[in-house]
């Protein structure tokens, strides 16, 4: 069921991106396509983006937030799976995304520690299940986040504006606040959901 969802979910992000692409002439992309593998690969890659020649620019990793390998974008095997995946197709970025929060890296930093890549980092929104994932005024501030990466990745992908490393303080605690997004997430959920049943709770809480 969760894969079903996953898939359904990059299928919407690719349709909102390619709506912002087929008005956006200025931008560096052609189109999104999603699932699709190098050859002679069974691995897929979840989105595809393409230049304006139709050569492979971005490909990327999305996993859902409240899955197990979705807590956080910077998950070291997702970004590797994601950066071997972009290395086959010869894509220049990557991305891996959580739907929280999208991070695009430079596939050339093969080997650096992470904090030691180039990196775009955004924070989009705080899903927490998947209720959330199809809540409509979630999904519009999901497309302002894609809108902005657009704008991001076209500007590193043409040079106009390089991807940066971050001071390593900085990284660090952009990683710590992605691996918390989460927990914090779930724990402000069910304080809401008792301030609202319990007078007891809401008594001291406030």
Not at 47 to 71: F, N
Not at 144 to 161: D, H, K, N, P
Not at 177 to 195: D, G, N
Request: charged letters at 30%; hydrophobic letters at 40%; aromatic letters at 10%.
């Amino acid at each position: 069921m969760t894969t079903e969802h996953e898939l359904t979910f990059c299928s919407d992000a690719a349709g909102w991106m390619n709506q912002e692409l087929e008005v956006r002439p200025e931008l560096a992309f052609s189109r999104v396509k999603i699932e699709q593998s190098a050859r002679g690969s069974r691995k897929r890659r979840d989105l595809t983006i393409y230049d304006r020649s139709d050569q492979i620019a971005v490909t990327g990793e999305v996993k859902l937030p409240y899955m197990a390998d979705g807590g956080s974008p910077y998950n070291e095997s997702v970004v590797e799976d994601a950066f071997n995946k972009a290395g086959k197709v010869g894509a220049r970025f990557f991305v891996t995304w959580n739907v929280n929060r999208l991070v695009l890296w430079q596939t050339d930093d093969a080997g650096k520690p992470l904090h030691e890549r180039h990196i775009y980092d955004d924070a989009f929104t705080q899903v927490r299940d998947e209720d959330d994932l199809v809540n409509p005024t979630v999904q519009q501030t999901i497309r302002r986040g894609l809108v902005r990466f657009l704008e991001r990745a076209s500007q590193a992908y043409t040079g106009a504006l390089p991807l940066a490393k971050r001071p390593l303080d900085e990284f660090f605690i952009t990683v710590l606040e992605a691996a918390l997004e989460r927990p914090i997430a779930a724990v402000l959920r069910e304080i809401t959901k008792k301030y609202a049943r319990g007078a007891t709770f809401k008594t001291r809480l406030n």
